[in-house]
């Protein structure tokens, strides 16, 4: 296949220690100017308005799921080696493919991605597929040194279709090497302890069976303490209600640039210099792969820097709240509440605020665990706990906790607004009226209704 | 003085656990706009393309310097809280001014600052003077709440002319809470383990006295302990020769850009417009604090990364080697070498690449610690250790290892250059010969003279 | 009080850091005979045998327990003291008895405690209180310098009769500095991760309150991580099933030499030397205060080292399985499988092995967290959330995991047997047949009924 | 050979994560009544009275050892794996070896080794020799199924007499498995963390050559690391005055009881019940391979805590003083004080103490790290830099830090004597003139001359 081993090359890794590369071929994928692009992407996004330490890359990130995949590996290899075709064991020819996927599984993302794509409508799997398998990538180039389908075959590994469930398992499942690096990268650089597991030992677990990866028996403690871990973490850092206020900050901030873009479109050239030239593509809505590849956190954030001289009122006060720290607030609402929202809106309104740029609700909800629904929307590959006979059980079934947390889904509904309306001080303030009685919607965090208390 | 003590509020770190806060100043100091850019602004620049963890922030930094400064304070205050006027000890009193500069030593700091201010002159230690003493700055406007004198006082603290040694010792001596805190956090983000020392174990050892801050001398091997965590970073991570390539190649990089915008001086406004905005200030010379105050990392980069399309060669070249990792290569030279490099720089121009952009020689060479040499250019504050008969000692007198490290320049000097020359596989390339002739000069890192071997 | 303050001296401790002492009451306590005694007690007993870094003295927890419980004060001390009677606030005169309640809440264990107390009948909680209040201790002479009942206060606060509930709370109940201390003490030492949880955010959402100590409800998931933790210390460390062979085995053993003992009391009294000297008031059941101290670990260890030579031979074979690691093996039982040991029993004592020293039933089951049961047999205290206006509410409410958890027991029962009744390769033994019957019953590592299979 | 190769098995280890096996020999080694006794014999020996933490047992230290060389052996087999003879690169038949070999390296070790040795002249060195060659062992019976000669192959690796210098240096030079695990191991348990180095850096730099291992020059900062992360074990751990003080102690303690034992041999059998059955052939000098094996930790302090209520006053004395951990004060003595120790003698006798078990000279001196010295007492193997093109340079000829440490002991002689003789506040004891005449000959924790003063 023409692809040469070599002598080890490390990479120090504070969470990992050390990763290692044997092949050729992952030493020049790292090198390519699409992957290096992922130094100016960060991890987790607006988080570190929250947890300050939380400003690790995606680079960093995908070098660990590269190095999680390659531990996989070597023990599938070392403990269960397939003897023969049909015995379901590790078959070590896919260790590359596997190897390529993990690194490369994230390298379509763009800049906060859950904010940009909800605004901008891109998609990054769609480009990750895409800057694998487009020819006119570097990626691309090294990946066709292995072989003139393996591009092709390094995208199915991602995109879940791969022949061999093992490998797309490994990379893209509910314990896989993609969640392990992130649970464990995201607990050491925000400080969040509880999203750590034992990933050696978890890793020894695993049993290659026909239709994927299994884990033995004796150790579903380990397992049920990883899913918990992963829940801990969404409950804590993933879902934290200032990080929100954040997304949604940022997500009102493009919103408003983008009809200020449109609205000039009649205009001059000139007019639309608010937009740095990297961005202007994706406010036009027409971005071609070269195009997508300037998209990075730098330019974004530097562009947001600017508008804070922006003539337009609402750009330039959010583009400072967004980048001096200066949060939305949020209250919980629930199904019982929601009906008081129109009113505080108005309040909010009469404030001085727009409430189309000021307010905004927001859920984070998801499931931390479920097992397979054939009939879901997107049906989960289930946790298997093998016996020592090979019996399969899937994990809920044994771990109280984990049923607990099976097709259940976590997190709360939140109503955002700015913090001015909890100024209390103000009793001058002509707005004092109107800031008082919004505050009587408020009690022990939650939104209620004040007739009723 | 107006300052309410309040219930602690917290920060979650990853290297010192918990931030504490008890103090509204040192709240609403975070809150500020100029302390809140230093998110921005990454603690140690170009190291990140060699360990990759290392994408801290300055922001980070400052919350950990304040919070060491705090347990510092804390100790002395339980231990050590001064009795009567004139007895050495610790005066409580001192505590809010060493927590304000703690926090805000770093404030003035702009983006890949060694480099940065090597090229456009400028000095974040003026600016940090500025931003504490301006009345025009946010910072300036919380401190003096505390008092009119208050932001002077706090600027004297990072200045070193504030009356009392031991509150400026503490923020800055050659074992100070900056330090500790940068040798404690870039050695959890690099992965570099042996830049951890016993933190606690120091402010354990803490004893105040008339000239400052001594430490008692049963603790001297956790002392020498810290020195050499400090050398080790030094040898390890600050002088790494690829890091210093980055250096190399960003300073190259600004050059040009700099001498493409003084050309460009009798031209169109259009044609300075590939420097953006936010950076004019600084290529024309003329920079406010107010401008300032717009230069952070990401504006830097977003710039460069608008470079790489450049109709300027060089330019563009040398943008897209920073932005895709594409490192100069670098050998030691020494003193009895150096004669050989003008031959280099020749062959390195035949090959065709410019060597006022494309070669460079760097010394990084730093002194570990020092004792007080009172005619050197900056004397430095040596550190003493204290017998319980209150005897002091400097420290390289009982510790033969340090005794090793004072005064002693750690480092080399490298020649960088295209990694292009040293291609061995190109037989056909015309080239080819310059190469061979180039590589002659080259072995076990080192620039040789190829009629010595 | 005459309790005079000291400059702190510290314990380096492992687990947290540095533990401080500055009160020299607790200094003094520290270097009582019957405290040091606990060096030479295990705090996990046979679990060294299954995670063999599990080492770790009762002398270390209780040093942490100290440490833990003054970290606590301490926070209570600075952010919530007592402004007037009846506020409900920390009271800082109850520092001093928490703190030596703290310390000396484990000093009347034994070697060995849960078997030991199995077998003779001995209770260290008696012994602790007797330890503290009589005046033939070192212990009862340091506190006794502090008041006439300074000694009964402080047994007060471990028998949980102490009128102030939050002291009591802080060293006894769900969530306390004793099982915080064990939790994440035991974690380091058997290197189980799963048993970290964040002690300073814990002790951070701490809220003194009339009836004992609450935590804060925005914490919620902190302390849902404390009690999960604890959940998997159970189901991995406590109760793995390896340690509670050698329970059993040292349960059979002993209960074998008192038999041993007994037979031998009309006999002479070179007969019962089999028996060391310091043990023998324990094996006659008149065991007064100063005879209790001589029990410890090394005691009982050497003297089963010597019963390897005893002419008794299941003395001597139960002694040499348990020092030279030979366990038990064990299957799972359960209600539906119980009636066949009997039969297997009957296998056993075929196959040459007297059942009551070669088999035994051992249930481990407890329950990780239970809401207050007023009726049940030792009500427990439950953990209350405080909301911001002060509303309490019971931690499982707020928690689906901890609902799922509270008032279940966790665990299995278990059948042990010899590992020699497992042999396989022994065609020719005349025991084969009796091997490959029993082996019968055994599948997945579970009892099951071979007619049903 | 009859070796079979097996699934791996797995012991949880604190400090290296996971200990793995995958030979079967090395799990029937570890099985052993021969290494199951290493459980009751402590790391590090009577340190415990000063770092709580360090109860490690050398079981734990010896599984380490063969964990580290397992990775050794892995590294140089998948790096530099023989390709024909003679090629000096590493074998992979001298697997198995170098592991029996790291695991087996101190399985002759007794009690408290250092004191013990030197009481009563036994040396565990010729015991490791003889338990592995003599066939009366479990571990010789194992050894013997991979081959006739494999025991003597096993235990010339640990005398260093083996043919394969790789093989040896890998367990036993300046820098290997052993030393690594045991810094790491005793930096854990301690809280020590100056002993942390970067084990698998280090691991990854070796490279086989033909007199040894070697180690990439490119890491020498990493070696140097570990040389100082030694020194500091040693000046802050091993050599700590109460750690030597409890040495000093349990010596003149088992030289008591020595002469007791002599004193009595005229006498009745029962006369000498003082000494356990178990030690006894010890203090008669004729101790067999059965009887060593009978010799540990808790055998000697069971006897120990006996010797509390000896009717030998000085017997129960040094016994209560050890077990209540009431260990003699010291201070520092030198050449040109040592000679008013026999006056400080007379002081002590005078107060009432015989001074040949309540005085004692005690020097901790070591060398961190030595070149090789041939004419040396016991040359050591020097630790070798490699350059790329294979020069090797010992490492103090790079390193300045390790030139100050090269071949120069480190540690200081201390006087020890009973802390009565410090008593400060007895005006009316008859003693305290003595006291205070001795008080005077201290200062700054050295002894001094008063005449001096």
Same mark, same amino acid.
């Given at each position: 296949?023409?692809?040469?081993?070599?002598?080890?090359?490390?990479?120090?890794?504070?969470?990992?220690?050390?990763?290692?590369?044997?092949?050729?071929?992952?030493?020049?994928?790292?090198?390519?100017?699409?992957?290096?692009?992922?130094?100016?992407?960060?991890?987790?996004?607006?988080?570190?308005?929250?947890?300050?330490?939380?400003?690790?890359?995606?680079? =960093?990130?995908?070098?660990?799921?590269?190095?999680?995949?390659?531990?996989?590996?070597?023990?599938?290899?070392?403990?269960?080696?397939?003897?023969?075709?049909?015995?379901?064991?590790?078959?070590?020819?896919?260790?590359?493919?596997?190897?390529?996927?993990?690194?490369?599984?994230?390298?379509?993302?763009?800049?906060?991605?859950?904010?940009?794509?909800?605004?901008?409508?891109?998609?990054?799997?769609? &480009?990750?597929?895409?800057?694998?398998?487009?020819?006119?990538?570097?990626?691309?180039?090294?990946?066709?040194?292995?072989?003139?389908?393996?591009?092709?075959?390094? =995208?199915?590994?991602?995109?879940?279709?791969?022949?061999?469930?093992?490998?797309?398992?490994?990379?893209?499942?509910?314990?896989?090497?993609?969640?392990?690096?992130?649970?464990?990268?995201?607990?050491?650089?925000?400080?969040?302890? &509880?999203?750590?597991?034992?990933?050696?030992?978890?890793?020894?677990?695993?049993?290659?069976?026909?239709?994927?990866?299994?884990?033995?028996?004796?150790?579903?403690?380990?397992?049920?303490?990883?899913?918990?871990?992963?829940?801990?973490?969404?409950?804590?850092?993933?879902?934290?209600?200032?990080?929100?206020?954040?997304?949604?900050?940022?997500?009102?901030?493009?919103?408003?640039?983008?009809?200020?873009?449109?609205?000039?479109?009649?205009?001059?050239?000139?007019?639309?210099?608010?937009?740095?030239?990297?961005?202007?593509?994706?406010? @036009?809505?027409?971005?071609?792969?070269? /195009? &997508?590849?300037?998209?990075?956190?730098?330019?974004?954030?530097?562009?947001?820097?600017?508008?804070?001289? @922006?003539?337009?009122?609402?750009?330039?006060?959010?583009?400072?709240?967004?980048? /001096?720290?200066?949060?939305?607030?949020?209250?919980?609402?629930?199904?019982?509440?929601?009906?008081?929202?129109?009113?505080?809106?108005?309040?909010?309104?009469? =404030?001085? &605020?727009?409430?189309?740029?000021?307010?905004?609700?927001?859920?984070?909800?998801?499931?931390?665990?479920?097992?397979?629904?054939?009939?879901?929307?997107?049906?989960?590959?289930?946790?298997?706990?093998?016996?020592?006979?090979?019996?399969?059980?899937?994990?809920?079934?044994?771990?109280?906790?984990?049923?607990?947390?099976?097709?259940?889904?976590?997190?709360?509904?939140?109503?955002?607004?700015?913090?001015?309306?909890?100024?209390?001080?103000?009793? /001058?303030?002509?707005?004092?009226?109107?800031?008082?009685?919004?505050?009587?919607?408020?009690?022990?965090?939650?939104?209620?209704?004040?007739?009723?208390?």
């Amino acid at each position: 296949m023409g692809v040469l081993t070599m002598k080890e090359k490390v990479f120090r890794d504070p969470v990992l220690n050390l990763i290692r590369v044997y092949d050729p071929v992952i030493l020049d994928l790292i090198g390519t100017s699409e992957f290096q692009r992922l130094r100016r992407i960060k991890q987790l996004g607006v988080t570190s308005y929250v947890f300050h330490g939380a400003e690790h890359s995606r680079f =960093a990130h995908s070098l660990g799921v590269y190095e999680i995949a390659r531990r996989f590996a070597d023990h599938l290899g070392e403990n269960y080696r397939t003897k023969m075709p049909g015995d379901s064991l590790w078959d070590p020819n896919e260790r590359l493919v596997l190897l390529c996927a993990a690194l490369l599984h994230d390298v379509g993302h763009g800049p906060y991605s859950h904010t940009f794509e909800h605004i901008f409508g891109s998609n990054h799997e769609e &480009y990750t597929q895409a800057l694998i398998t487009s020819p006119e990538t570097e990626i691309n180039q090294v990946l066709r040194r292995v072989g003139p389908d393996f591009p092709e075959d390094v =995208a199915a590994v991602i995109a879940k279709t791969y022949p061999n469930p093992q490998v797309v398992q490994l990379i893209s499942s509910q314990i896989d090497a993609d969640r392990m690096d992130y649970l464990l990268r995201d607990a050491y650089n925000t400080g969040a302890t &509880y999203g750590e597991f034992d990933l050696s030992r978890i890793s020894q677990l695993m049993r290659p069976y026909v239709n994927g990866i299994a884990f033995e028996e004796k150790g579903m403690y380990a397992i049920e303490d990883y899913v918990i871990s992963r829940y801990q973490m969404y409950v804590q850092v993933y879902f934290h209600p200032v990080s929100r206020a954040f997304e949604v900050l940022l997500q009102h901030l493009l919103m408003r640039a983008k009809q200020l873009f449109n609205q000039t479109s009649a205009e001059t050239r000139i007019a639309k210099d608010f937009v740095f030239p990297a961005l202007r593509p994706l406010f @036009s809505g027409q971005v071609s792969l070269k /195009d &997508y590849l300037k998209f990075d956190d730098v330019t974004l954030l530097a562009n947001i820097n600017q508008w804070r001289d @922006s003539e337009d009122q609402v750009l330039a006060d959010l583009a400072q709240r967004f980048l /001096d720290r200066k949060p939305f607030k949020s209250i919980e609402i629930t199904a019982g509440t929601r009906h008081l929202l129109p009113h505080l809106r108005q309040l909010i309104e009469q =404030a001085g &605020y727009d409430p189309r740029y000021y307010t905004a609700e927001n859920d984070s909800f998801d499931l931390p665990y479920d097992d397979y629904k054939p009939h879901a929307d997107k049906p989960r590959t289930q946790i298997e706990l093998m016996a020592p006979d090979g019996t399969l059980t899937e994990l809920s079934k044994k771990s109280a906790l984990v049923d607990t947390l099976t097709g259940r889904t976590f997190g709360d509904a939140r109503f955002f607004f700015p913090k001015e309306m909890l100024t209390q001080d103000s009793v /001058d303030d002509v707005m004092a009226p109107i800031y008082r009685e919004f505050q009587q919607y408020i009690h022990n965090g939650k939104l209620v209704d004040p007739s009723n208390r």
